[in-house]
């Protein structure tokens, strides 16, 4: 099993950037499938980015060109970059690993974007 805590939330104006990790513990980090997904105000889960363990990415349409997954499995840690926040991106953003059948989720940080 996997342990997940997510950080690097916050307030931003439109425009602006913020780079969002989550870090694992309890199992070995580099055999899991990564993934962010976000709950805006009001509307379902949904997968914003996703990472194989062999590092192969893709993205929700939304965030295509302004969000980057990435990985550092010495790190134990998955990344999300992004850039050209928009007030549509405000959500709680949890990060999720998973391995067949075995999901597992951190309990998410807050993304606020202004206007």
């Known amino acids: 099993q996997v342990q997940l805590v997510e950080s690097g939330g916050g307030l931003v104006q439109a425009g602006g950037s913020l780079r969002l990790s989550c870090t694992a513990s309890?199992?070995?980090?580099?055999?899991?499938?990564m993934a962010w997904y976000r709950q805006g105000p009001g509307k379902q889960r949904e997968l914003v980015a996703r990472?194989?363990?062999?590092?192969?990415?893709n993205y929700a349409d939304s965030v295509k060109g302004r969000f980057t997954i990435s990985r550092d499995n010495a790190k134990n840690t998955v990344y999300l970059q992004m850039n050209s926040l928009k007030a549509e991106d405000t959500a709680v953003y949890h990060c999720?690993?998973?391995?067949?059948?075995?999901?597992?989720w951190g309990p998410g940080t807050q993304v606020t974007v202004s206007s």
């Open positions: 999720n690993a998973n391995l067949i059948a075995y999901d597992a």
């Open positions: 309890g199992s070995a980090f580099n055999i899991y499938n």
């Open positions: 990472i194989s363990r062999d590092g192969f990415t």
